[in-house]
């Protein structure tokens, strides 16, 4: 114990104090460094933010290198400083590539700042969904069909970046899909990853469209691997099925007035205006297995 605390005495008081402070300031070079060092720990988070803080770290560090080598004739602390400057620009070169790694084409770009950046999705989890889709972006021309009732089987996940598509059953217009909506998220809901189905409506483009596909064998390697991934899918097409329940709904009448109300559990009926009713003759229904390839086709045809 008695030498422990003379230790601690020597260490504290035997240590020699500055009995007289420098009248002159430091120069400069190591001002501008402290200035540096202060900006760039104010930085963020993100890639960006990683090559602000290293920006401007790893020119503290230089600054701080040039002092040790001007003014304070020091090697050790020039050797430390240029060893952590050299860090900040090996850090900065890294994260550089990185940002470059993850660059998108304008359309998956704005995909992201509308759908996926509000939800806190990185754009390394975001590139991998990127990649999932081959990075490709299809055109539907107006008055073409995405999927045909009875006979385009469901094999993709489809989400439209532009346009509007016309959703018909036996001709019966049934609602439209807009952008940052899925094509086939009911048809997508209603099968397991094993089974096998085809559409039982029309989607027809009502506008030239432009849409992103992801195969459904693709995408199920891509849940395997990335839980994350999946539940973020999941919550994306509940709420897109939900929202196609809602436009659905407008146009389920009961006659004398009245329709269903879904979003009550016995399924009140709501007073509606003198309208001429209009109901749906057939609902989404689990399609029989087809081999036939799916492709885009005129609906003329």
């Not at 899918?233 to 929202?243: N, W």
Request: hydrophobic fraction near 45%.
């Amino acid at each position: 114990m008695g030498e422990n605390t003379s230790f601690w005495e020597s260490l504290i008081y035997a240590h020699p104090t500055c009995t007289t402070w420098k009248q002159e300031a430091e120069g400069s070079i190591y001002h501008l460094a402290s200035i540096l060092f202060v900006v760039g720990f104010m930085g963020g988070s993100g890639f960006f933010g990683l090559l602000y803080v290293f920006s401007l770290l790893g020119l503290g560090f230089l600054c701080s290198s040039v002092w040790a080598w001007l003014d304070v004739c020091a090697a050790d602390i020039f050797s430390w400083n240029f060893v952590l400057f050299a860090i900040c620009f090996v850090q900065f070169i890294y994260v550089t590539y990185q940002v470059r790694s993850v660059a998108f084409d304008r359309e998956f770009q704005e995909l992201y700042s509308a759908l996926f950046q509000p939800l806190g999705i990185s754009l390394t989890v975001y590139r991998k969904i990127v990649l999932c889709c081959d990075a490709e972006v299809i055109s539907l021309e107006k008055e073409h069909c995405y999927a045909m009732q009875g006979k385009t089987p469901i094999d993709k996940l489809s989400l439209l970046v532009s346009g509007r598509i016309r959703v018909t059953v036996d001709g019966e217009f049934l609602h439209y899909i807009f952008p940052l909506q899925f094509l086939d998220s009911p048809e997508w809901d209603s099968l397991r990853p094993t089974e096998e189905g085809i559409f039982q409506v029309t989607l027809t483009a009502d506008t030239d469209c432009r849409y992103v596909a992801w195969r459904r064998k693709k995408l199920y390697l891509l849940f395997a691997k990335h839980r994350f991934i999946s539940r973020l899918f999941s919550i994306l097409i509940g709420s897109d099925i939900a929202e196609k329940l809602y436009a659905l709904n407008d146009r389920v009448h009961v006659g004398q007035g009245f329709r269903y109300d879904i979003r009550l559990p016995n399924f009140y009926h709501v007073a509606l205006p003198e309208t001429p009713p209009i109901q749906p003759s057939h609902h989404l229904q689990r399609g029989s297995p087809r081999r036939k390839p799916a492709g885009v086709t005129n609906c003329s045809s």
